[in-house]
């Protein structure tokens, strides 16, 4: 770990920009506003139905795991990625093809193997496969930054799409997999909504706690400086390439940990699930939610997962234009939202 | 900037609360039969799922007009399950929690009704679709139900045209999606399992609009015929009017989508001659007709009409059960009597549901795409040959 140097005038003062921005030292008053209104529609949808708030719930925490670990990229170290929805697709592929046990396979015309794994063995291994791919492609995605980073990001993204999509002796391509295994420990199956809540919200909270350990650390400090200015931290003997590296697979881990999640709730994935379109959204829930923000990037999730299934509420609709008429609709909250806190929910950047 | 933020996020906040509140309240009256709808409103499957829709609720209007069923209305609640798992799982909850639904229809989209259906088995709950073609939806469960023909019988009835039509060497072109890589597959096996041979294949993603090198490569392996599987219209049509313009003139099978309007719009003269087995409403079934004739007058074009036709039936048969059984909480009811109920719609006469929940008594059929001047509204631009071979 580097340890921060203390002559420096340059990187003091960096410091102490960024020390700035741990303080609540800004009026709440938005924030508390903003916080009242996602606690409404919560209490909202737990009145009129409590199984549906905690399905709603489930996929809040694990957007907010996405969102969360999507920040260390984007919010602290400045990297800009969009292929973030790679690493939770290979997360969830892994949950899918070690634990599915399908009874049934009418299309599976190529002998695939079984494997049948419990859940709690495959999650670390999410992990892990997600961390290696992270390397191998971290080590050539190092070499660009700024607008090229963006683009090959991207590009990460789609060639993901394709694999999943077209490797069909490992991923049964667009047929998807089913029967993927719901947590177990010994004969206690977590088969209830609320216990998988209470699983997904345990893991939130070990990416929070990671995080926040991360960024408060020397290590997240090197990162933001990062951010500010690459050469000038180039210049004091830090090896940026190491820096990026570790914190894009550690951003990696944590997505594959959310796939995993991801797919044992919903028991069922195709490529569908993991389109470019996810990645944008969720480039778009940790800038609503506010850069450099732990916080933000939950707070983020919550405003975009509720917001979109709050428009199920919607009354007064023609049926034929529900479904577009919500689109609009929450397209116009968001373009209100960024119009109204560019720097996002809690933020304290613009992009 | 933040003054303004700070003067408008309050009444703001105060106008979500307010309409929520007054969704909250819009449900009361006397008491219909509320079953859920589930389609693909937004998203990759919007096309079939508004059409789906459109023709639910039309059927709906048209029970309630008549009185309802024994003097009870029915009332759709419609949710967008969006062709994904996600959103089909939480459009099913909030069907089932918050509006506490034990029937809907639905889903438009194979991988939502596959997100969707362990849920409902093990919840009890009826998942009944007009429009979901993947075989493994058979295994689903006791409660789920479909009147769309499963892919598995499309392949057969493909595999079997293609060998009587004295086709030995096939090669084939699908677009990399459930629907259409299922449609190959089944194909494939039955026509290989009667003895053909399949010398190249080429797969094509949804957003690809050329195809003429992957044409060029299968058709330099000198086939005997061309099967074309895809998923959306534009690239059906575009790759008959491709493989035309090399110069292939060999014949060219395909499915419904293939022999779609804006497909045959696009392919123009090039599609002449080209056979399909697909699902179609009879031009002898009357009240199929009758269905396309008002769907028609009243959305003013018709897509996808052996669709509609399913989605427009799937009502009718709710209805039929329950008028049995009374009670739109009834779903063990209501499941019994899916598995009794024999019915003659706009899609077919006197079919019905096997154990598996799989509709059986319809068939597909082959036919034959006309010459575009030929072509009109009523004939949707084809002859048909009749059913499918079986062996």
């Known amino acids: ?44 949808m737990l009145w009129r139905g409590p199984g549906f708030a905690i399905s709603v719930g489930t996929f809040v925490a694990i957007w907010a795991i996405l969102a969360v670990s999507l920040n260390l990229l984007v919010g602290y170290t400045g990297l800009l990625s969009v292929g973030h929805v790679g690493f939770f697709g290979i997360g969830a592929y892994t949950m899918a093809i070690l634990t599915s046990n399908p009874a049934y396979e009418q299309l599976r015309t190529e002998a695939l193997p079984i494997f049948a794994w419990p859940f709690f063995a495959v999650l670390p291994i999410c992990m892990a496969v997600a961390g290696l791919v992270a390397i191998a492609i971290g080590v050539v995605f190092n070499r660009f930054r700024d607008d090229i980073f963006v683009l090959v990001s991207f590009g990460f993204a789609v060639i993901a799409f394709n694999v999943f999509l077209n490797w069909e002796g490992l991923t049964r391509g667009a047929f998807g997999i089913h029967q993927i295994a719901r ?77 995993g999640l991801f797919a044992s709730y919903t028991t069922f994935i195709d490529p569908n699930s993991f389109i470019l379109l996810e990645s944008i959204l969720l480039v778009s829930i940790v800038i609503l939610g506010g850069l450099s923000s732990i916080w933000g990037s939950i707070l983020g999730a919550m405003a975009f997962v509720l917001l979109e299934e709050g428009m199920r509420f919607v009354p007064f609709l023609p049926t034929e234009f529900i479904g577009q008429a919500r689109q609009v609709v929450l397209g116009l909250l968001l373009v209100a939202l960024m119009l109204f806190r560019p720097q996002g929910l809690v933020g304290r950047y613009k992009l | 900037m ?16 307010l309409v929520m509140a007054v969704a909250a309240c819009n449900g009361q009256g006397d008491k219909p039969f509320r079953i859920g709808v589930m389609e693909s409103l937004t998203g990759p499957g919007e096309t079939y799922g508004n059409v789906a829709l459109q023709a639910k609720q039309m059927a709906v209007d048209e029970i309630n007009e008549a009185g309802g069923i024994d003097g009870r209305m029915i009332e759709l609640v419609v949710e967008d399950s969006k062709c994904s798992a996600q959103d089909a799982i939480t459009a099913y909850n909030k069907l089932t929690d918050v509006d506490g639904i034990k029937i809907i229809l639905g889903t438009s989209c194979s991988g939502a009704m596959l997100g969707a259906a362990p849920l409902a088995e093990k919840d009890g709950v009826i ?47 699908t677009e990399a999606t459930d629907y259409a890589e299922g449609v190959r597959r089944t194909t494939v096996a039955q026509f290989e399992k009667r003895g053909g041979e ?187 040959l009749g059913s499918a071979p079986s062996e």
Not at chain 1, 9 to 35: D, K, T, V
Not at chain 1, 239 to 252: D, T
Not at chain 2, 249 to 270: F, H, N
Request: charged share 20%; aromatic share 12%; glycine share 10%.
């Open chain 1, 1 to 44: 770990m580097a340890t921060y140097p203390r002559g420096n005038s340059r990187l003091r003062a960096l410091a102490a920009r960024l020390s700035g921005s741990w303080r609540m030292s800004r009026s709440n008053f938005e924030l508390w506003a903003n916080l009242l209104v996602i606690v409404a529609a919560a209490g909202f």
């Open chain 1, 183 to 259: 947590p177990a420990i010994g004969p206690w199956v977590f088969d209830g909504e609320v216990e998988f809540l209470l699983l997904v919200v345990f893991f939130l909270g070990l990416v929070v706690l990671a995080c926040w350990f991360i960024v408060t650390s020397s290590f997240g400090r090197v990162l933001a400086a990062i951010r500010e200015d690459e050469e000038a931290i180039a210049v004091f003997g830090y090896r940026v390439v190491h820096y990026k590296l570790a914190v894009w697979v550690i951003s990696a881990m944590m997505a594959g940990l959310a796939g």
């Open chain 2, 2 to 17: 933040r003054l303004l933020s700070r003067k408008w996020v309050v009444p703001f906040g105060l106008l979500i609360i």
């Open chain 2, 127 to 173: 998942l009944f679709s007009g429009l979901a073609t993947n075989p493994d939806i058979a295994e689903a469960g006791d409660y789920i139900f479909r009147t769309s023909m499963s892919d598995a019988q499309l392949g057969v009835d493909t595999g079997n045209l293609l060998w009587a039509d004295g086709v030995r060497k096939l090669v084939t072109i």
């Open chain 2, 198 to 384: 399949v010398v190249g294949a080429e797969r094509y993603a949804s957003d690809v609009t050329d195809f003429r090198t992957q044409l060029t490569k299968l058709f330099g392996e000198n086939p005997d015929a061309l099967h074309i599987s895809a998923q959306a219209e534009f690239a059906g049509g575009t790759i008959v009017k491709q493989g035309r313009e090399l110069g292939y003139d060999g014949p060219i099978y395909s499915e419904i989508v293939a022999v779609g309007k804006t497909a045959l719009d696009i392919a123009g003269d090039a599609a002449t001659g080209m056979k399909a087995v697909v699902a179609d409403i009879s031009p002898e079934n009357a009240k199929g007709q009758e269905v396309l004739t008002n769907f028609q007058e009243r959305y003013g074009e018709i897509t996808l009409a052996w669709y509609l036709g399913s989605a427009y039936d799937d009502v009718y048969i709710a209805a039929e059960c329950l008028k049995e059984t009374g009670d739109d909480q009834d779903a063990d009811g209501f499941r019994d009597c899916m598995y009794e109920v024999t019915w003659s719609g706009a899609i077919g006469e006197n079919y019905s549901f096997d154990e598996k929940g799989e509709v059986v008594g319809l068939t597909n059929v082959v036919v034959q795409v006309l010459p575009a001047a030929e072509r009109t509204v009523d004939n949707q631009g084809y002859n048909v």
